[in-house]
Protein backbone atom coordinates (compact mmCIF):
# COMPACT_ATOMS: atom_id res chain seq x y z
CA UNK A 1 0.00 0.00 0.00
CA UNK A 2 0.97 3.50 -0.75
CA UNK A 3 1.68 5.53 2.21
CA UNK A 4 2.50 8.60 0.69
CA UNK A 5 0.27 9.02 -1.95
CA UNK A 6 0.84 12.11 -4.41
CA UNK A 7 -1.65 14.70 -4.49
CA UNK A 8 -3.68 14.95 -7.80
CA UNK A 9 -3.50 17.76 -9.75
CA UNK A 10 -7.12 18.93 -10.11
CA UNK A 11 -9.52 17.69 -12.35
CA UNK A 12 -6.74 14.96 -14.27
CA UNK A 13 -8.01 12.11 -12.87
CA UNK A 14 -11.27 13.33 -14.48
CA UNK A 15 -9.88 14.81 -17.72
CA UNK A 16 -7.53 11.23 -18.59
CA UNK A 17 -10.73 9.15 -17.37
CA UNK A 18 -13.39 11.34 -20.11
CA UNK A 19 -11.07 10.77 -22.62
CA UNK A 20 -10.86 7.17 -22.57
CA UNK A 21 -14.34 7.13 -21.94
CA UNK A 22 -15.57 9.02 -24.75
CA UNK A 23 -12.95 7.03 -27.15
CA UNK A 24 -15.35 4.06 -26.37
CA UNK A 25 -18.63 5.28 -26.68
CA UNK A 26 -17.70 6.64 -30.21
CA UNK A 27 -15.95 3.40 -31.57
CA UNK A 28 -17.99 0.04 -30.30
CA UNK A 29 -20.62 1.63 -27.25
CA UNK A 30 -22.01 4.15 -29.73
CA UNK A 31 -24.92 2.16 -30.44
CA UNK A 32 -25.67 1.30 -26.95
CA UNK A 33 -25.73 5.00 -26.15
CA UNK A 34 -27.51 5.63 -28.63
CA UNK A 35 -30.15 2.94 -27.84
CA UNK A 36 -30.12 4.45 -24.34
CA UNK A 37 -31.22 7.87 -25.47
CA UNK A 38 -33.83 6.84 -27.97
CA UNK A 39 -35.40 4.53 -25.16
CA UNK A 40 -34.86 7.41 -22.84
CA UNK A 41 -36.84 9.77 -25.25
CA UNK A 42 -39.50 7.51 -25.60
CA UNK A 43 -40.36 7.03 -22.06
CA UNK A 44 -40.56 10.88 -21.64
CA UNK A 45 -43.03 10.75 -24.41
CA UNK A 46 -45.26 7.68 -23.37
CA UNK A 47 -44.92 9.67 -20.00
CA UNK A 48 -45.92 13.03 -21.23
CA UNK A 49 -49.04 11.55 -23.19
CA UNK A 50 -50.09 9.91 -20.34
CA UNK A 51 -50.40 12.10 -17.32
CA UNK A 52 -51.59 15.54 -16.69
CA UNK A 53 -48.19 17.14 -16.25
CA UNK A 54 -49.62 20.28 -14.75
CA UNK A 55 -51.79 18.56 -11.80
CA UNK A 56 -48.83 16.48 -11.19
CA UNK A 57 -46.81 20.07 -10.62
CA UNK A 58 -49.58 21.50 -8.41
CA UNK A 59 -48.58 18.20 -6.31
CA UNK A 60 -44.55 18.87 -6.47
CA UNK A 61 -45.00 22.83 -5.69
CA UNK A 62 -47.72 22.30 -2.58
CA UNK A 63 -45.54 19.93 -0.97
CA UNK A 64 -45.17 20.15 2.68
CA UNK A 65 -41.36 21.16 3.56
CA UNK A 66 -40.72 19.66 6.80
CA UNK A 67 -41.43 16.04 5.21
CA UNK A 68 -39.31 16.63 2.12
CA UNK A 69 -36.72 17.33 4.50
CA UNK A 70 -37.02 13.91 6.37
CA UNK A 71 -37.48 12.48 3.33
CA UNK A 72 -34.19 13.51 2.38
CA UNK A 73 -32.59 12.59 5.61
CA UNK A 74 -34.15 9.41 5.70
CA UNK A 75 -32.54 8.88 1.91
CA UNK A 76 -28.81 10.14 2.97
CA UNK A 77 -28.62 8.06 5.95
CA UNK A 78 -29.55 4.93 3.30
CA UNK A 79 -26.59 6.11 1.35
CA UNK A 80 -24.38 5.50 4.48
CA UNK A 81 -25.43 1.91 4.38
CA UNK A 82 -24.74 1.76 1.39
CA UNK A 83 -21.67 2.68 1.58
CA UNK A 84 -20.89 0.56 4.69
CA UNK A 85 -22.10 -2.63 2.44
CA UNK A 86 -19.72 -2.44 -0.59
CA UNK A 87 -17.10 -1.54 2.49
CA UNK A 88 -17.93 -5.39 3.85
CA UNK A 89 -17.33 -6.53 0.55
CA UNK A 90 -14.29 -4.99 0.02
CA UNK A 91 -13.02 -6.25 3.35
CA UNK A 92 -13.76 -9.73 1.92
CA UNK A 93 -10.63 -9.40 -0.58
CA UNK A 94 -8.18 -7.95 2.35
CA UNK A 95 -9.15 -4.25 1.43
CA UNK A 96 -9.79 -2.11 4.47
CA UNK A 97 -10.38 1.06 3.23
CA UNK A 98 -11.32 4.08 6.68
CA UNK A 99 -15.39 4.10 6.92
CA UNK A 100 -14.93 7.58 6.30
CA UNK A 101 -12.88 7.49 2.91
CA UNK A 102 -15.22 5.07 1.73
CA UNK A 103 -18.43 7.21 2.23
CA UNK A 104 -16.41 10.15 0.80
CA UNK A 105 -15.71 8.01 -2.24
CA UNK A 106 -19.52 6.10 -2.13
CA UNK A 107 -20.76 10.18 -2.46
CA UNK A 108 -18.20 11.12 -4.96
CA UNK A 109 -19.35 7.39 -7.05
CA UNK A 110 -22.77 8.74 -6.59
CA UNK A 111 -21.80 12.32 -8.10
CA UNK A 112 -20.28 10.44 -11.46
CA UNK A 113 -23.51 8.09 -11.96
CA UNK A 114 -26.47 11.04 -11.93
CA UNK A 115 -24.29 13.83 -13.37
CA UNK A 116 -21.58 12.00 -15.47
CA UNK A 117 -22.83 9.33 -16.21
CA UNK A 118 -20.78 8.49 -19.44
CA UNK A 119 -17.82 7.68 -16.82
CA UNK A 120 -19.67 5.96 -13.95
CA UNK A 121 -18.86 6.12 -10.01
CA UNK A 122 -18.50 2.25 -10.49
CA UNK A 123 -15.50 2.98 -12.91
CA UNK A 124 -14.40 5.64 -11.07
CA UNK A 125 -14.05 4.20 -8.13
CA UNK A 126 -12.41 0.97 -9.52
CA UNK A 127 -10.03 3.00 -11.24
CA UNK A 128 -9.28 4.94 -7.72
CA UNK A 129 -8.96 1.78 -5.59
CA UNK A 130 -7.06 -0.11 -8.23
CA UNK A 131 -4.36 2.45 -8.95
CA UNK A 132 -4.50 3.67 -5.06
CA UNK A 133 -4.19 -0.37 -2.92
CA UNK A 134 -3.00 -2.48 -6.02
CA UNK A 135 -6.61 -4.59 -5.90
CA UNK A 136 -7.23 -6.86 -8.46
CA UNK A 137 -9.84 -5.13 -11.15
CA UNK A 138 -12.03 -8.26 -11.22
CA UNK A 139 -12.40 -8.54 -6.96
CA UNK A 140 -13.39 -4.51 -7.58
CA UNK A 141 -15.95 -5.42 -10.10
CA UNK A 142 -16.96 -8.28 -8.21
CA UNK A 143 -17.70 -6.59 -5.17
CA UNK A 144 -19.70 -3.70 -6.81
CA UNK A 145 -21.66 -6.70 -9.22
CA UNK A 146 -22.71 -8.62 -5.71
CA UNK A 147 -23.90 -4.62 -4.33
CA UNK A 148 -26.11 -4.73 -6.86
CA UNK A 149 -27.26 -8.39 -6.39
CA UNK A 150 -27.60 -8.13 -2.75
CA UNK A 151 -30.10 -4.91 -3.22
CA UNK A 152 -31.62 -6.22 -6.04
CA UNK A 153 -32.59 -9.50 -3.21
CA UNK A 154 -33.70 -8.09 -0.50
CA UNK A 155 -36.29 -5.18 -3.10
CA UNK A 156 -37.60 -8.43 -3.93
CA UNK A 157 -38.37 -9.51 0.02
CA UNK A 158 -39.70 -5.87 0.68
CA UNK A 159 -41.71 -6.28 -2.50
CA UNK A 160 -43.56 -9.66 -1.43
CA UNK A 161 -44.22 -8.48 1.84
CA UNK A 162 -45.76 -4.95 0.39
CA UNK A 163 -47.72 -7.33 -2.03
CA UNK A 164 -49.43 -9.19 1.13
CA UNK A 165 -49.97 -5.53 2.58
CA UNK A 166 -51.58 -3.55 -0.17
CA UNK A 167 -54.88 -3.89 -1.43
CA UNK A 168 -53.54 -6.89 -4.49
CA UNK A 169 -56.83 -9.61 -4.94
CA UNK A 170 -54.85 -12.91 -5.16
CA UNK A 171 -56.84 -16.62 -6.35
CA UNK A 172 -54.90 -17.62 -3.56
CA UNK A 173 -53.82 -16.62 0.08
CA UNK A 174 -52.02 -13.88 0.03
CA UNK A 175 -49.86 -15.08 2.66
CA UNK A 176 -48.54 -17.82 1.03
CA UNK A 177 -46.31 -15.52 -1.30
CA UNK A 178 -44.02 -14.92 2.02
CA UNK A 179 -42.95 -18.12 1.58
CA UNK A 180 -40.97 -17.45 -1.49
CA UNK A 181 -38.74 -14.88 1.12
CA UNK A 182 -36.74 -18.02 2.15
CA UNK A 183 -36.02 -19.29 -1.10
CA UNK A 184 -34.52 -15.61 -2.31
CA UNK A 185 -32.08 -15.70 0.72
CA UNK A 186 -31.47 -19.31 -0.02
CA UNK A 187 -30.69 -18.39 -3.91
CA UNK A 188 -28.24 -15.59 -2.80
CA UNK A 189 -25.89 -16.96 -0.44
CA UNK A 190 -25.42 -20.48 -3.02
CA UNK A 191 -25.14 -18.12 -5.95
CA UNK A 192 -22.46 -16.45 -3.76
CA UNK A 193 -21.04 -20.09 -2.51
CA UNK A 194 -21.09 -21.34 -5.77
CA UNK A 195 -19.63 -18.62 -7.79
CA UNK A 196 -18.15 -15.68 -5.32
CA UNK A 197 -17.13 -18.08 -2.59
CA UNK A 198 -14.74 -15.51 -1.19
CA UNK A 199 -17.17 -13.15 -0.76
CA UNK A 200 -19.22 -15.77 1.42
CA UNK A 201 -18.15 -14.32 4.91
CA UNK A 202 -20.23 -10.95 3.90
CA UNK A 203 -23.19 -12.30 3.01
CA UNK A 204 -25.03 -11.90 6.66
CA UNK A 205 -24.08 -8.30 7.08
CA UNK A 206 -24.67 -7.17 3.53
CA UNK A 207 -28.19 -8.54 3.46
CA UNK A 208 -28.49 -6.94 6.93
CA UNK A 209 -27.57 -3.78 5.23
CA UNK A 210 -29.41 -4.27 2.14
CA UNK A 211 -32.42 -4.50 4.12
CA UNK A 212 -31.91 -1.29 6.04
CA UNK A 213 -31.04 0.69 3.02
CA UNK A 214 -34.02 -0.66 1.13
CA UNK A 215 -35.98 0.17 4.29
CA UNK A 216 -35.45 2.90 4.44
CA UNK A 217 -35.80 4.13 0.99
CA UNK A 218 -39.72 2.63 1.80
CA UNK A 219 -39.39 5.30 4.58
CA UNK A 220 -38.21 8.06 2.23
CA UNK A 221 -41.10 7.34 -0.24
CA UNK A 222 -43.24 7.16 2.78
CA UNK A 223 -42.44 11.07 3.76
CA UNK A 224 -42.93 12.29 0.31
CA UNK A 225 -46.01 10.86 0.38
CA UNK A 226 -46.98 12.75 3.33
CA UNK A 227 -45.66 16.00 1.89
CA UNK A 228 -47.91 15.47 -1.06
CA UNK A 229 -50.85 15.28 1.38
CA UNK A 230 -51.43 11.45 0.82
CA UNK A 231 -52.92 8.94 3.78
CA UNK A 232 -54.73 6.34 1.97
CA UNK A 233 -53.29 4.06 -0.09
CA UNK A 234 -50.21 4.05 0.82
CA UNK A 235 -49.22 0.39 1.22
CA UNK A 236 -50.43 0.40 -2.52
CA UNK A 237 -48.39 3.22 -3.55
CA UNK A 238 -45.23 1.78 -1.57
CA UNK A 239 -45.63 -1.47 -3.60
CA UNK A 240 -45.53 0.40 -6.77
CA UNK A 241 -42.38 2.47 -5.72
CA UNK A 242 -40.48 -1.40 -4.96
CA UNK A 243 -41.71 -2.45 -7.87
CA UNK A 244 -40.89 0.44 -10.34
CA UNK A 245 -37.36 0.27 -8.78
CA UNK A 246 -36.58 -2.64 -10.47
CA UNK A 247 -36.79 -0.89 -13.24
CA UNK A 248 -33.32 0.38 -13.04
CA UNK A 249 -32.17 -2.33 -15.13
CA UNK A 250 -33.54 -0.47 -17.85
CA UNK A 251 -31.43 1.14 -19.60
CA UNK A 252 -33.03 4.52 -20.08
CA UNK A 253 -33.86 7.75 -18.65
CA UNK A 254 -37.17 8.04 -17.14
CA UNK A 255 -37.84 4.41 -16.41
CA UNK A 256 -38.44 4.19 -12.98
CA UNK A 257 -41.15 7.38 -13.39
CA UNK A 258 -42.64 5.34 -16.33
CA UNK A 259 -42.46 2.29 -14.43
CA UNK A 260 -44.44 4.23 -11.25
CA UNK A 261 -47.01 5.40 -13.71
CA UNK A 262 -47.99 2.33 -15.46
CA UNK A 263 -48.00 0.90 -12.20
CA UNK A 264 -50.34 2.73 -10.70
CA UNK A 265 -52.65 2.75 -13.35
CA UNK A 266 -52.94 -1.05 -13.04
CA UNK A 267 -53.86 -0.37 -9.36
CA UNK A 268 -56.13 2.28 -10.16
CA UNK A 269 -54.19 4.80 -8.16
CA UNK A 270 -53.45 8.62 -9.16
CA UNK A 271 -50.99 8.58 -11.95
CA UNK A 272 -50.01 12.43 -11.47
CA UNK A 273 -49.38 11.59 -7.81
CA UNK A 274 -47.40 8.69 -8.90
CA UNK A 275 -45.28 10.77 -11.28
CA UNK A 276 -44.53 13.69 -7.90
CA UNK A 277 -43.41 10.90 -6.17
CA UNK A 278 -41.35 9.33 -8.34
CA UNK A 279 -39.91 13.13 -9.15
CA UNK A 280 -39.63 13.93 -5.70
CA UNK A 281 -37.63 10.81 -5.11
CA UNK A 282 -35.14 11.52 -7.48
CA UNK A 283 -34.65 14.93 -6.77
CA UNK A 284 -33.36 13.04 -3.17
CA UNK A 285 -31.34 11.31 -5.24
CA UNK A 286 -29.99 14.34 -7.04
CA UNK A 287 -29.27 16.38 -3.78
CA UNK A 288 -27.30 13.66 -2.14
CA UNK A 289 -25.46 13.20 -5.40
CA UNK A 290 -24.15 16.67 -5.27
CA UNK A 291 -22.51 16.18 -2.02
CA UNK A 292 -19.81 14.11 -3.79
CA UNK A 293 -19.00 17.00 -5.67
CA UNK A 294 -17.33 18.43 -3.55
CA UNK A 295 -14.72 15.64 -3.91
CA UNK A 296 -14.13 16.74 -7.13
CA UNK A 297 -13.80 20.31 -6.82
CA UNK A 298 -11.69 19.95 -3.77
CA UNK A 299 -9.87 16.41 -4.86
CA UNK A 300 -6.95 16.82 -1.47
CA UNK A 301 -9.99 16.16 0.45
CA UNK A 302 -10.61 12.80 -0.48
CA UNK A 303 -6.88 12.02 -0.62
CA UNK A 304 -6.87 10.91 -4.16
CA UNK A 305 -3.89 9.60 -5.58
CA UNK A 306 -2.56 11.03 -9.13
CA UNK A 307 -2.41 8.65 -12.11
CA UNK A 308 0.26 9.08 -14.29
CA UNK A 309 -0.95 8.65 -17.57
CA UNK A 310 -4.11 7.22 -19.61
CA UNK A 311 -2.58 3.98 -19.37
CA UNK A 312 -3.52 2.96 -16.33
CA UNK A 313 -6.98 3.64 -17.24
CA UNK A 314 -6.90 1.53 -19.97
CA UNK A 315 -5.37 -1.32 -18.21
CA UNK A 316 -8.32 -1.08 -15.23
CA UNK A 317 -10.98 -1.45 -17.75
CA UNK A 318 -9.55 -4.46 -18.98
CA UNK A 319 -11.39 -7.54 -17.44
CA UNK A 320 -8.41 -9.91 -17.96
CA UNK A 321 -6.97 -7.86 -15.27
Sequence with gaps: MDSKPKHLKPYRLLLEFMKEKLKAIFSKKWVKQLIRLVLGIGAVYIIINKVDLNKAWEYIISA??????LALLSFFISRWFAAFRVNRLYQTQGLILERIMNVKLYFLGMFYNLFIPLIGGEGYKAIWLKNRFETKYKSLVSAAFLDRLSGVALLAVLSLIFAVLSSLNFEFEAK???????????????FMKWFFKSFLNSWIPISIHSFVIQALQVVTTYFILLALGQSEALMDYLFIFLLSSFAFVLPMIGAREMAFVFGAESMGLDMELSLAVSLLFYLCTAINSLMGSYFLLF???????????????????????
Excluded: M, T
Excluded at 64 to 69: D, S, T
Excluded at 181 to 189: A, M
Excluded at 299 to 320: G, H, R, Y
Design 64 to 69: RPLYLV
Design 299 to 321: PKKLDIKEIESSDNLAVASDPSN
Design 176 to 190: LILLLIPLIFLGHYL
